[in-house]
């Protein structure tokens, strides 16, 4: 039996929210594709009070950001970035082409291209998420991305250093300053002053989210990657500190960030409620995740695993931290979700900032049919073919005949014309 210790906002609430969204991102996108540049300027104007001359960084300004930086963190943002680019060059390596011939004389094959252009949105209206840099930039390149373009929002009246020199670390062949609708808007259709890209990746608040999503098919998206959540699937063999570390770590991320706990125990469930009240007291960013908690914030108790295990995987959540005596267990049945993070010993954060698994991953159950972003996402499976003249036969008759059968005339006749031509002489 499942039972609620705490609740968060239901569907029809968030349907509501959802609605506003959406007009909204509809108005400034066609606004923007008849206006360009100057609606652009207009909304980071009225959305990020921010109009400069020139929203492409010159290379002294992009140079001008290292210099507000550390050392160490120079090192540091180059150390995540690394392993960020060794697993993506190894997933990249694991993607082969293939040709085979699979009849006698019949030849087919794919080959994987990379997309000659993308626009990679770094996320900042909140924090400046210089990881997203790593993850979309640094894994288009390996993809051999030629054109990788990025954008961010500005960050308290300025280009936010840190994000800035990882985007230039990362490989990023133009660099804006920029964010949410507008940037998304702007890098799709293009504007007098951008070149629109082929594809557009990288996470964003609901905003960005919808933007991408009204733009596919104009261009390719990633996957949806909006507003961040947390699942924590956890037993008594850990205790209520931790698990309410775990929730509030991706609850500060917004206002909108559902953080659930699902157990077995009604204690371990009591015990990081009291926890997470406890944490918020002293969590220097408890302003925002208290609102995500107080609306979004679920603790779920049921009986067994199985029952954990089936409502796991209805919530298809972005990322399911396993916390149980039978790890194993999750990791083998778990079929949605965007990324698992097994056992106590690793945690989201981990995956967020540097540990080199992506962290572009799907939300509001996109986990039911999309992983998140990989190198795989930039390139197109492409597919060819090539027979002999015998094979061209062969393969000829049966395809005469099936053309038959739907009443496809002119493709009867591309078949029977190499019936003719490569046929018995
Ligand atoms: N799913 C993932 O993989 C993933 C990864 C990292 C971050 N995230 C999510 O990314 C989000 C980042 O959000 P953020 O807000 O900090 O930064 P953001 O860059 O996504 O959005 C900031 C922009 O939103 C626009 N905006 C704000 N209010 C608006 C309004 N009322 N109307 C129109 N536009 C508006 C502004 O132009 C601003 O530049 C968070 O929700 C976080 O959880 C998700
Ligand atoms: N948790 C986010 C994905 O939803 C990614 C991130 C980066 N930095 C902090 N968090
Ligand atoms: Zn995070």
Redesign the pocket.
């Known amino acids: 039996m499942i039972k609620y210790l705490k609740q968060g906002k239901q569907a029809e609430e968030k349907a509501i929210d959802n609605q506003k969204?959406k007009e909204?991102?509809e108005n400034?996108i066609s606004d923007i594709e008849k206006r360009g540049d100057e609606a652009v300027s207009q909304?980071?104007g009225q959305?990020?009070k921010w109009t400069p001359k020139s929203f492409r960084l010159s290379r002294e300004e992009i140079d001008a950001c290292y210099e507000q930086l550390t050392e160490q963190e120079i090192n540091d943002i180059k150390w995540a970035q690394e392993q960020v680019r060794n697993f993506a060059t190894i997933q990249r390596e694991s993607m082969k082409d293939v040709e085979v011939e699979t009849l006698p004389g019949v030849v087919l094959g794919h080959k994987n291209i990379p997309v000659d252009s993308v626009g990679c949105?770094?996320?900042?209206?909140?924090?400046p998420?210089v990881a997203?840099a790593h993850m979309s930039i640094v894994t288009a390149k390996v993809a051999g991305v030629k054109r990788v373009i990025a954008a961010?929002?500005?960050f308290q009246g300025k280009p936010a250093p840190a994000v800035i020199v990882a985007m230039d670390l990362a490989g990023a062949d133009e660099i804006y300053t920029?964010?949410?609708?507008?940037?998304i808007a702007a890098m799709a259709v293009g504007t007098d002053t951008i070149e629109p890209v082929s594809m557009i990746v990288g996470?964003?608040?609901?905003?960005?989210?919808e933007a991408k999503r009204q733009l596919f098919g104009r261009i390719g998206i990633d996957l949806f990657?909006?507003?961040?959540?947390t699942l924590v699937i956890a037993d008594d063999s850990v205790d209520g500190e931790l698990c309410a570390a775990d929730l509030l770590g991706?609850a500060e991320?917004?206002l909108?960030?559902p953080a659930v706990l699902l157990t077995n125990s009604e204690q371990l469930g009591k015990d990081t409620m009291a926890e997470v009240e406890r944490q918020l007291t002293i969590l220097p960013t408890a302003d925002v995740a208290s609102v995500a908690w107080r609306d979004y914030g679920e603790v779920i108790v049921c009986d067994t695993y199985d029952e954990m295990l089936e409502v796991a995987n209805d919530l298809a959540f972005?990322h399911v931290q396993i916390m149980t005596k039978d790890v194993p267990y999750f990791q083998k049945n778990m079929r949605n979700f965007?990324a698992l993070f097994l056992g106590p010993e690793t945690n989201v954060s981990y995956g967020?900032k540097c540990i080199g698994t992506n962290?572009?991953?799907?939300?509001k159950g996109a986990g039911r049919y999309t992983g998140?972003?990989w190198v795989g996402k930039f390139l197109k499976t492409c597919t060819y073919q090539r027979v002999t003249e015998e094979a061209s036969v062969m393969v000829g008759e049966y395809c005469s005949r099936l053309c038959a059968i739907e009443g496809f005339a002119g493709h009867k006749e591309q078949a029977d014309i190499r019936l003719r031509r490569y046929g018995k002489k």
């Open positions: 969204v909204i991102v400034i909304y980071s959305f990020d949105y770094v996320p900042g209206g909140k924090y998420l997203s961010t929002p500005p920029f964010g949410g609708v507008q940037a996470p964003g608040n609901a905003f960005v989210a990657a909006g507003p961040t959540e991706q991320h917004g909108n960030s972005e965007g967020d962290h572009t991953l799907p939300t998140g972003l």
